[in-house]
């Protein structure tokens, strides 16, 4: 395999807290973009897994969606994350999104998995971390198999914010 040097690489200065950030961001600006009728809110505090509210215009249902972001580039052929298991609760109004965010191409990946909380509960496995407690792994491959749970959640990203709204419906 053959290493070519990166045309644009990121700043080493980026800090993970940072790149997260950076991540929550671009996802809420998909959100308000493509999302018909959505607005994006970022909680002042981050000590319950929700990264972003989302809240359709017309009424005060929201959605609390937590973002998990990895960096690299289009070569990298999985996303692995953990997620608390504290932070996920099995409610209608919360979901995760999972995205890759391509440090050459400067922008998140075309698609992304969105998994409302219930069914994340159901299918991510759980296991000890000695520093965050019990953790939900997240494993998922960008190309499609069927052997990969997480396939049927895999969405273009500019259909999140309907997503998000059929889960709003929902309750």
Known sequence: EVRTEKKYPISPAVSSRQKGDIGEARVAELITLYGPGLSCYKPLTDDEGVDVVVKPRDNFNT???????????V?????????????????????????????????????????????????????????????????????????????????????LGNKILEQIKKY
Do not use: C
């Not at 109004?93 to 990946?109: C, N, R, S, V, Y």
């Open 75 to 159: 070569a990298d052929t999985s996303l692995i994350a953990h997620v608390k298991q504290r932070s996920v609760k099995s409610n209608n109004a919360m979901g995760l999104a999972f995205a890759f965010f391509d440090t050459e191409d400067g922008d998140i990946w075309d698609f992304l998995w969105f998994v409302p909380a219930k069914e994340f509960i159901k299918l991510a496995p759980i296991s000890k971390n000695k520093k965050l407690g019990p953790i939900y792994r997240f494993v998922a491959g960008k190309s499609k198999k069927e052997s990969n749970k997480w396939d049927k959640f895999l969405i273009n990203k500019r259909d």
């Open 63 to 73: 959605f609390h969606l937590q973002v998990k972001t990895r960096f690299g580039t």
